[in-house]
């Protein structure tokens, strides 16, 4: 009998990751791919599972520690050589090894129809791949199981939740007039009429889509696809009268292809130890603001949450805020973060950072919640609402991919090469099916490289960085390097920055509290990431996105006449600092 130490495997380049479960005790017998903790990243949650079976003699973690990859989770006494496994296939958010490749199931019937790709999933990626590959000349079918198409992102995800926020940006905007001389008396908020607006922006866009599609000639089939081959998938048909919603007809279609990708999304992460109860609600019940209460907690203090407690908060809602990590919006740098949070401090009754939840009791007068950690009440709170904003998970484990030979993940992601190609050549995965981050917009842009890759086209997802936004009062919007990233890597940087006391239309918006960052790399002087805090920041980041791409320096960005008076203005003067000068700031100090 030997002991073996049981690690943290490829998770995907994140460091000190939290735990949040811990699923073994000394005496458990684990078995092979047995899960031993869940860790959670500011957009995920993935199961670490074991790559050895036997009898736990020390568990080396406890919940609320933070791991990194070679991290000793648990020394085991193993069962024997036997039991001792190949090594097993990582649960990493992007994962990098290999999972197991099953082998693909033989399908012996007929198909209904034929085409040259399929696209499973009608979520932004699965519309964009289905969209361009028709533009390509190729017979399409794109197969969805709710009523319309858009995925999370259209119906209860990026567009919705943007609805409501615009909403309440106008109202706080409006406060802020009363400064100025210009007020404004109380809203008198008409819930009906508000959900209406957000429902009629959804039906906007899913309309078009399906409006779009039809132009394409692009199949739409609506229904639940499984593969059940490495050609075929068979669709069981449903009707849906709203998103998330559907019931099967009994009736199958199967479709041969020759191209397939698969586009099927995430889905919310459900914490074990949640009761059910309606006054619990994940961000899709969020957005459907059935019910306005007093007291609302949302655990987890990523974008998802800090984007609905601002809706929530707005229209009169105290907000409380639980998150396991040190800080809120994990991603952006501290100091982008700082300048939100002060902001938004009037929300807040408690900002529980380093704290988790470690109960929650549906009673009749409320939801009881109790924490522990760093700024954990002593006593349970009573919350009339709780929004459970803790992650997605992938769905790459719900369509029997492992029929069509694609190998999947233990935590359900697919492995994709640069070409979006699974370990299938023929078969393609995009979105957040394939990794973080969960986004749409890098979902559209590999469904671009799938789709052109189905045509024959050697094309290869290169972006050098993905932005991300949160779409908070003020707005905060980083890319690329932070400087956090260039600490723990050990990248040399230097950073320039503007802030917008300085900037005249910030003042003149009467919202200067923020500032506009760039970072270069110290050797090369290329720009390598950036990040603004303040109103429409995320309309501004797609500039640095593009400086870039395009192995810019600061000299570019200073040089490039960007009008006045303008937010985006703040980007070159940004890069003026970086070169010495900047005459809309004081001098600055010679070294
Ligand atoms: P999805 O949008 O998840 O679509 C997958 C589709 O596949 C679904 O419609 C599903 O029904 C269908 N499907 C799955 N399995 C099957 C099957 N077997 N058969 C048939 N159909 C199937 N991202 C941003 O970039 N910006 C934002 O501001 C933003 N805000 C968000 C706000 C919220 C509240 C949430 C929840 C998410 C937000 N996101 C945002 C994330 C964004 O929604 C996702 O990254 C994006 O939708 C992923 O697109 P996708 O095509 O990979 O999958």
Same mark, same amino acid.
């Given at each position: 009998?030997?002991?073996? %130490?049981? +690690? /943290?495997?490829?998770?995907?380049?994140?460091?000190?990751?939290?735990? !949040? @479960? #811990?699923?073994?005790? $000394? &005496?458990?017998?684990?078995?092979?791919?047995?899960?031993?903790?869940?860790?959670?990243?500011?957009?995920?949650?993935?199961?670490?599972?074991?790559?050895?079976?036997?009898?736990?003699? %020390?568990? +080396? /973690?406890?919940?609320?520690?933070?791991?990194?990859?070679?991290?000793? !989770? @648990? #020394?085991?006494?193993? $069962? &024997?050589?036997?039991?001792?496994?190949?090594?097993?296939?990582?649960?990493?958010?992007?994962?990098?090894?290999?999972?197991?490749?099953?082998?693909?199931?033989?399908?012996?019937?007929?198909?209904?129809?034929?085409?040259?790709?399929?696209?499973?999933?009608?979520?932004?990626?699965?519309?964009?791949?289905?969209? $361009?590959?028709?533009?390509?000349?190729?017979?399409?079918?794109?197969?969805?199981?709710?009523?319309?198409?858009?995925?999370?992102?259209?119906?209860?995800?990026?567009?919705?939740?943007?609805?409501?926020?615009?909403?309440?940006?106008?109202?706080?905007?409006?406060?802020?007039?009363?400064?100025?001389?210009?007020?404004?008396?109380?809203?008198?908020?008409?819930?009906?009429?508000?959900?209406?607006?957000?429902?009629?922006?959804?039906?906007?866009?899913?309309?078009?889509?399906?409006?779009?599609?039809?132009?394409?000639?692009?199949?739409?089939?609506?229904?639940?696809?499984?593969?059940?081959?490495?050609?075929?998938?068979?669709?069981?048909?449903?009707?849906?009268?709203?998103?998330?919603?559907?019931?099967?007809?009994?009736?199958?279609?199967?479709?041969?292809?020759?191209?397939?990708?698969?586009?099927?999304?995430?889905?919310?992460?459900?914490?074990?130890?949640?009761?059910?109860?309606?006054?619990?609600?994940?961000?899709?019940?969020?957005?459907?603001?059935?019910?306005?209460?007093?007291?609302?907690?949302?655990?987890?203090?990523?974008?998802?949450?800090?984007?609905?407690?601002?809706?929530?908060?707005?229209?009169?809602?105290?907000?409380?805020?639980?998150?396991?990590?040190?800080?809120?919006?994990?991603?952006?740098?501290?100091?982008?973060?700082?300048?939100?949070?002060?902001?938004?401090?009037?929300?807040?009754?408690?900002?529980?950072?380093?704290?988790?939840?470690?109960?929650?009791?549906?009673?009749?007068?409320?939801?009881?919640?109790?924490?522990?950690?760093?700024?954990?009440?002593?006593?349970?709170?009573?919350?009339?609402?709780?929004?459970?904003?803790?992650?997605?998970?992938?769905?790459?484990?719900?369509?029997?991919?492992?029929?069509?030979?694609?190998?999947?993940?233990?935590?359900?992601?697919?492995?994709?090469?640069?070409?979006?190609?699974?370990?299938?050549?023929?078969?393609?995965?995009?979105?957040?099916?394939?990794?973080?981050?969960?986004?749409?917009?890098?979902?559209?842009?590999?469904?671009?490289?799938?789709?052109?890759?189905?045509?024959?086209?050697?094309?290869?997802?290169?972006?050098?960085?993905?932005?991300?936004?949160?779409?908070?009062?003020?707005?905060?919007?980083?890319?690329?390097?932070?400087?956090?990233?260039?600490?723990?890597?050990?990248?040399?940087?230097?950073?320039?920055?503007?802030?917008?006391?300085?900037?005249?239309?910030?003042?003149?918006?009467?919202?200067?509290?923020?500032?506009?960052?760039?970072?270069?790399?110290?050797?090369?002087?290329?720009?390598?990431?950036?990040?603004?805090?303040?109103?429409?920041?995320?309309?501004?980041?797609?500039?640095?996105?593009?400086?870039?791409?395009?192995?810019?320096?600061?000299?570019?960005?200073?040089?490039?006449?960007?009008?006045?008076?303008?937010?985006?203005?703040?980007?070159?003067?940004?890069?003026?600092?970086?070169?010495?000068?900047?005459?809309?700031?004081?001098?600055?100090?010679?070294?």
């Amino acid at each position: 009998m030997s002991l073996i %130490e049981l +690690k /943290v495997p490829d998770i995907g380049g994140h460091d000190n990751v939290d735990i !949040i @479960a #811990v699923e073994i005790k $000394a &005496g458990d017998t684990v078995a092979l791919e047995q899960t031993l903790i869940t860790l959670e990243t500011d957009k995920a949650t993935m199961d670490v599972p074991a790559d050895a079976a036997g009898v736990v003699k %020390e568990v +080396k /973690v406890k919940v609320g520690d933070k791991i990194s990859e070679g991290g000793v !989770i @648990a #020394v085991i006494e193993a $069962a &024997g050589a036997a039991a001792e496994a190949p090594k097993a296939a990582p649960a990493a958010e992007a994962p990098k090894a290999a999972a197991p490749a099953p082998q693909a199931a033989q399908f012996a019937g007929s198909a209904d129809a034929e085409y040259d790709v399929v696209v499973l999933g009608g979520g932004p990626g699965g519309y964009s791949a289905a969209f $361009a590959a028709a533009d390509e000349g190729l017979k399409v079918a794109l197969i969805e199981q709710y009523s319309t198409l858009g995925g999370v992102c259209l119906n209860v995800g990026c567009i919705p939740s943007k609805a409501l926020l615009h909403n309440a940006a106008v109202i706080d905007e409006v406060k802020h007039l009363a400064a100025n001389g210009i007020k404004f008396n109380e809203p008198e908020i008409d819930i009906n009429g508000l959900r209406g607006y957000k429902e009629k922006v959804i039906a906007k866009l899913t309309g078009g889509l399906a409006g779009m599609a039809k132009a394409r000639k692009v199949d739409i089939i609506r229904g639940n696809g499984q593969f059940v081959g490495a050609n075929h998938i068979e669709v069981s048909l449903t009707e849906s009268a709203q998103y998330e919603q559907a019931t099967q007809t009994g009736e199958k279609k199967t479709v041969a292809f020759k191209n397939a990708i698969i586009a099927v999304g995430s889905r919310v992460v459900k914490l074990p130890f949640i009761p059910e109860d309606p006054r619990i609600v994940d961000s899709t019940g969020a957005l459907e603001l059935r019910q306005m209460p007093e007291r609302m907690l949302i655990i987890g203090g990523g974008i998802i949450g800090l984007e609905m407690g601002t809706v929530y908060s707005t229209l009169g809602v105290r907000l409380d805020v639980v998150e396991m990590m040190d800080g809120l919006m994990q991603g952006a740098d501290r100091d982008l973060e700082k300048v939100w949070e002060k902001m938004n401090a009037h929300r807040f009754d408690n900002i529980m950072t380093s704290t988790k939840t470690v109960a929650v009791e549906a009673k009749e007068d409320g939801i009881y919640v109790t924490f522990e950690g760093a700024k954990a009440p002593k006593e349970p709170q009573r919350y009339d609402l709780v929004l459970v904003a803790a992650g997605r998970a992938p769905n790459g484990k719900l369509c029997s991919a492992e029929k069509a030979g694609v190998a999947v993940t233990d935590r359900g992601f697919i492995e994709v090469d640069k070409q979006q190609r699974t370990n299938v050549p023929h078969i393609y995965a995009i979105g957040d099916v394939v990794g973080q981050p969960m986004l749409a917009h890098k979902a559209v842009h590999e469904a671009h490289v799938a789709a052109e890759n189905c045509a024959g086209h050697k094309a290869y997802f290169d972006a050098r960085v993905i932005p991300g936004v949160a779409y908070t009062d003020p707005e905060v919007a980083w890319v690329g390097v932070t400087e956090e990233i260039a600490k723990r890597d050990g990248i040399k940087i230097t950073k320039s920055v503007f802030p917008w006391a300085a900037s005249g239309r910030a003042i003149a918006n009467g919202r200067d509290e923020g500032f506009t960052k760039l970072i270069f790399d110290a050797e090369t002087g290329h720009i390598i990431g950036g990040g603004i805090v303040g109103t429409h920041a995320g309309d501004m980041i797609g500039e640095i996105c593009l400086a870039i791409e395009m192995g810019c320096d600061a000299v570019d960005i200073g040089s490039t006449i960007h009008p006045h008076p303008t937010l985006g203005e703040s980007i070159g003067m940004a890069a003026e600092v970086a070169n010495g000068t900047c005459t809309d700031l004081p001098p600055q100090k010679k070294a």
